[in-house]
Nanobody, 121 residues
Framework: QVQLVESGGGLVQPGGSLKLSCAAS????????MGWYRQAPGKERELVAT???????NYADSVKGRFTISRDNAKNTVYLQLNSLKPEDTAVYFC???????????????WGQGTLVTVSS
């Protein structure tokens, strides 16, 4: 079993900042790509940013220049710094880990429960 626990969501005014954290634990042999996705009301889940083990990031065009993803490999933790927030960034943000399970060495694709980010004045 793998657990991903997100934290850091909340209510923020337009132009404000938040930092999300996601700590992964459990049966993890290898954490290859970690990332963040979001789902706004009435919309499908979409990629926000991912980061590989070597730190190479990938961002959705809508967040480039405003959001920064980082990770601590020793702690299997991924972070997302959200700056210059807009109302359209309002969504539930989900953490994702892709890698390999410790016991079976099978592919792992785990999700957190999500943390709500609301951008409103």
């Amino acid at each position: 079993q793998v657990q991903l626990v997100e934290s850091g969501g909340g209510l923020v005014q337009p132009g404000g900042s938040l930092k999300l954290s996601c700590a992964a634990s459990g049966s993890i042999f290898r954490a290859d790509t970690m990332g963040w996705y979001r789902q706004a009301p009435g919309k499908e889940r979409e990629l926000v940013a991912t980061i590989a083990t070597d730190g190479w990031p990938n961002y959705a065009d809508s967040v480039k220049g405003r959001f920064t993803i980082s990770r601590d490999n020793a702690k299997n933790t991924v972070y997302l710094q959200l700056n210059s927030l807009k109302p359209e960034d309002t969504a539930v943000y989900f953490c994702n880990l892709k890698g390999a399970d410790f016991r079976s060495r099978n592919a792992l694709d785990a999700w957190g429960q999500g943390t709500l980010v609301t951008v409103s004045s």
